[in-house]
């Protein structure tokens, strides 16, 4: 389908700039429901202009973050700083955040007009400036034929597009969205997070987006929190998060992988190739691993070694050595995706490591089919030591 | 699964679920508004029953539906007491509904929000009158109101009231509202805590996000979407209370003037079934507008 684009991006990361100002500040923030705690002294900095997201299973207290942002909880402990300002004392109704909420919370005696309208109206705007801003959010969201319908009388996908123009038409400074897409089949979905990214964009606005599902948030961010238990795992980038993630947890949360149990052999500082990072030998029930990462895993800790199945090659050849990130096995499944095939290879000592292919050429039989025995071989920088 | 049955829309035992309404209402309904709305046109008699004509069998049909006039509706419109009567019963019936949107939304409102866990001992509570006869529970105001009742005792006892003062509401209107007040307000609140209940509570978040402080918010969220829990139980409340026999006549004044009492009077008082008839035909057409009214709303939510 094409998409018309939004002007070329830009590499943006405030975060890693020694002076940059957070825009919002959560501080010590923790919440407690009598003895539950949703939100365990959590601290999190987010810039200017990113689009935010806090990914984690339902009940990992991402929602409860959110919704004290926003002003419907207060926290237990903490303090929640929007430029620099505490905002413990302002009501809700009077923060510069907008929610996009994942009901969508439209109200239904009202038309959609009238729903964009509600927030400019309480700002008391003239009403020639409010049917001009509803006009260019109804454009926004591609609704213009839809402004006298009721909620009730639309598509979930143009209700959340309804939902989405009232919360951009008073152009918060914050704008929150709890699962805004949760609701919508795929390829709606995709089409949305895109759109998204071109609104805020444009807008220049702060996002924050609460999701479970770990492709949206990598899709549409600029870094993800991944939170667990009421306490934040990692924040980084996508990319960061999806090629180091700093815990097995959030390994497992983020994408396929594989994760073997390992013991560290050897850490010297050893390098095999000039200007790449020492090397880490481990042990995992006789495979011998070599991993360039700087770690300071010492001899005979135990570790976990993760690789993700696209970083495993799969070959029906043995390779020229066998002795190092290399192991044999019998091919036990196939899940074929379209893009790619994923094959499940079940070793001698009877674990299995999953490798994925992509399949570059357009044929029905592939050369590898269940039951082949096939040699697994990963590069040196291919996988990753994780010691928690 | 032996057998299908056949088309189950000509069974008779069918036919005799969906006929049993409608007898119901030709049975206890339209046959009974059809004598009155006969002897309405008939005229008083000194006889067993009280009016002529009588029917007698088809083979007099012709003088019988000559005997039949208007007689009593022209006389209702001569005589201002009826007309009063009505735009009273109106009035009342106006100011108690109000009285009862006044008191029971709150109530209402209230219960909606309460946690659910004690959600049910309030609904409870609401229909715990219920478990004593209506009439008992009036006569039991009578026992407050009363001049040397309850509540001057209470007042005397506070030093609100002097021990010679006593509290003079019995037998006045404001007793009659008092009385309707509290019969009805279980009526009320049950349509509107209905409406309320459902309502989605991230409607209100969402409007308080939007810059809207909770009072507006009511306004403009809450309210109009319990409109028609308001309808309805303004309906409910407002058309048996334009017909309010026993309330008026156990608490309300010499001057309280009530459809209701005035029906009861020509009828056992002055034995003019014609004309009680007639009071009653014109209350029931007084109150078909309310009532249309309140289904039309009703088809518009379902």
């Known amino acids: 389908m094409a998409r018309s684009l939004g002007p070329v991006k830009r590499k943006f990361s405030p975060w890693t700039e020694p002076h940059a100002v957070p825009f919002i500040r959560f501080e010590n923030i923790t919440k407690r429901y009598g003895d539950f705690v949703a939100v365990d002294n959590l601290s999190l900095d987010i810039y200017e202009r990113e689009f935010f997201s806090l990914l984690g299973p339902s009940g990992c207290g991402k929602t409860t973050l959110m919704r004290m942002l926003a002003g419907f909880e207060a926290p237990t402990e903490g303090r929640i700083l929007l430029q620099g300002r505490d905002l413990a004392n302002t009501p809700p109704y009077k923060r510069p955040t907008n929610m996009m909420f994942q009901s969508y919370a439209l109200f239904p005696h009202m038309t959609v007009e009238k729903n964009i309208a509600f927030g400019l109206e309480q700002d008391g705007l003239p009403k020639g400036e409010i049917s001009a801003r509803v006009d260019e959010m109804l454009k926004l969201v591609k609704l213009e034929a839809f402004a006298k319908r009721k909620p009730a009388q639309l598509s979930g996908g143009q209700r959340q597009r309804v939902a989405l123009a009232r919360s951009l038409a008073k152009r918060p400074k914050v704008l929150l969205l709890d699962e805004p897409l949760g609701a919508l089949d795929r390829k709606l979905r995709e089409e949305t997070q895109f759109e998204l990214m071109d609104i805020q964009h444009t807008l220049g606005l702060t996002f924050l987006i609460v999701t479970h599902d770990q492709e949206e948030a990598m899709t549409v961010s600029d870094r993800i929190a991944v939170m667990d238990k009421g306490v934040v795992m990692q924040v980084a980038t996508p990319a960061e998060i999806y090629e180091a993630p700093n815990t097995r947890y959030v390994a497992e949360f983020i994408g396929d992988i594989n994760i073997l149990e390992c013991a560290v052999v050897a850490n010297t500082g050893e390098v095999l190739q000039p200007g790449h990072p020492p090397v880490v030998r481990l042990d995992s029930q006789g495979v011998s691993i070599a991993v360039e990462q700087e770690c300071a895993a010492a001899a005979g800790t135990s570790v976990a070694f993760a690789i993700r199945p696209e970083k495993v090659r799969i070959s029906l050849n043995q390779p020229a050595d066998v002795h190092i990130n290399a192991v044999h096995g019998e091919v036990w499944d196939i899940g074929y995706l379209g893009d790619f095939s994923v094959f499940l290879v079940k070793l001698v000592d009877g674990r299995v490591v999953r490798a994925a292919q992509a399949n570059v050429l357009r044929l029905v039989d592939r050369p590898i089919t269940f039951g082949d025995i096939v040699w697994l071989t990963w590069p040196l920088d291919a996988g990753l030591v994780l010691t928690r | ?302």
């Open chain 2, 1 to 302: 699964m032996a057998e299908i049955s056949a088309p189950t829309h000509r069974s008779p035992a069918r036919w005799l679920v969906v006929a049993i309404p409608y007898i119901w209402l030709v049975l206890f309904f339209a046959a009974p508004f059809f004598i009155i709305l006969k002897i309405s046109l008939s005229d008083t008699a000194i006889a067993m029953p009280p009016y002529t004509p009588v029917f007698q069998g088809f083979g007099d049909i012709g003088s019988f539906f000559g005997g039949l006039d208007l007689d009593n509706y022209s006389f209702l419109a001569e005589d201002p007491l009826y007309l009063d009567a009505y735009l009273s019963s109106l009035r009342i019936a106006f100011i108690s509904t109000l009285l009862l949107l006044l008191i029971g939304y709150p109530m209402a409102l209230a219960m909606a929000r309460a946690p659910s866990t004690i959600r049910p001992t309030l609904m409870m509570l609401v229909i715990l009158p219920f478990w004593t006869s209506f009439l008992i529970r009036v006569y039991a105001w009578i026992g407050i109101l009363k001049p040397e009742g309850l509540l001057t005792l209470l007042l005397q006892t506070l030093h609100i009231l002097g021990p010679d003062d006593q509290v003079q509401i019995y037998r006045t209107d404001w007793a009659v509202f008092i009385g309707i007040v509290y019969s009805y307000l279980p009526f009320m609140v049950l349509p509107l805590y209905a409406a309320l209940e459902k309502m989605d509570g991230t409607l209100l978040e969402a409007a308080s996000d939007l810059g809207c402080p909770p009072w507006k918010a009511f306004w403009r969220i809450t309210f109009p979407l319990s409109l028609p829990g308001v309808i309805a139980g303004s309906m409910i409340c407002f058309i048996p209370i334009t017909g309010e026999f026993v309330i008026p006549d156990l608490l309300g004044g010499a001057s309280t003037l009530m459809i209701g009492k005035t029906l009861w009077t020509e009828f056992f008082g002055n034995r003019d079934w014609p004309l009680a008839s007639a009071v009653a035909v014109l209350l029931l057409l007084a109150l078909v507008v309310p009532i249309v009214i309140f289904q039309n709303q009703q088809r518009k939510v379902t």
